[in-house]
């Protein structure tokens, strides 16, 4: 990810992505992952998205995490608990309460972070990235996610492509990205009165041939 760009997004205050009320799919989907309050949620790019605000009421744990440090300062300054930080590799980690707060690549996060992960929810992260890195960052997610765990994917398609984020991604790519590893169902297509098309997706974690088979005992026949 280019952390250059996305700090000077972040210091120049160019957050049009940033949206001003929790998103209509969020909650409206939400219920279909059929998670207990008390799931660990994964929000990649969460940037200060009060979507956080909303996962947390619902009384899940959630890991928010964004390449720039100045996302995770506006965040935490929004809210009164207090915040404690730790410093993992090239990682700051903040603590608020039943957040984790990353500021950093998420391509740095060790696996095992989020290996206690339920569900994932995107709606800013894949539609973030260029397509070169899309790829990466989709088996980075099937790499850490154990069997079973879920995501609610928000993508979108505007008329024209743009040469900055949000860049369009289909329901095609969508699959060639995830369908190996996970199962997918499309929940909504929908277009906008601007002719942007909206698309939502749940996506549940396939489980890895040989997850769970019991290995040879010692002095077992070969056959």
């Known amino acids: 990810?280019?952390?250059?760009?996305?700090?000077?997004?972040?210091?120049?205050?160019?957050?049009?992505?940033?949206?001003?009320?929790?998103?209509?799919?969020?909650?409206?989907?939400?219920?279909?992952?059929?998670?207990?309050?008390?799931?660990?949620?994964?929000?990649?790019?969460c940037g200060k998205s009060l979507d956080m605000d909303w996962l947390l009421s619902e009384g899940h744990e959630v890991i928010g995490a964004d390449i720039a440090e100045k996302a995770q300062e506006d965040y935490l300054v929004t809210h009164d608990e207090p915040v404690r930080f730790t410093q993992e590799n090239k990682?700051?980690?903040?603590?608020?309460?039943?957040?984790?707060?990353?500021?950093?690549?998420?391509?740095?996060?060790?696996?095992?972070?989020?290996?206690s992960v339920d569900a994932v929810y995107d709606?800013?992260?894949l539609i973030a990235?260029?397509?070169?890195?899309?790829?990466?960052y989709a088996l980075f997610l099937a790499n850490c996610l154990k069997p079973g765990a879920k995501m609610l994917l928000i993508t979108r398609q505007a008329p024209q492509e743009q040469l900055m984020p949000p860049f369009n991604v289909s329901a095609e790519e969508v699959a060639e990205l995830y369908a190996t590893n996970f199962i997918l169902e499309q929940l909504l297509s929908k277009t906008r009165q601007d002719g942007?098309?909206?698309?939502?997706?749940?996506?549940?974690?396939?489980?890895?041939a040989g997850w769970g088979r019991l290995p040879r005992e010692a002095g077992e026949a070969q056959n």
Do not use: C
């Open 196 to 208: 942007v098309i909206e698309e939502v997706f749940l996506l549940k974690r396939k489980q890895p």
């Open 129 to 136: 990235l260029p397509r070169a890195a899309r790829q990466n």
């Open 1 to 45: 990810m280019d952390k250059d760009y996305w700090e000077d997004v972040w210091r120049n205050e160019d957050l049009g992505f940033h949206q001003p009320e929790v998103n209509q799919h969020l909650q409206r989907f939400w219920q279909r992952l059929q998670l207990v309050p008390t799931s660990r949620v994964f929000v990649p790019l």
């Open 91 to 115: 990682l700051k980690l903040a603590w608020q309460g039943r957040l984790l707060f990353v500021a950093g690549d998420i391509m740095h996060l060790e696996p095992d972070m989020l290996r």
């Open 123 to 125: 709606r800013a992260a």
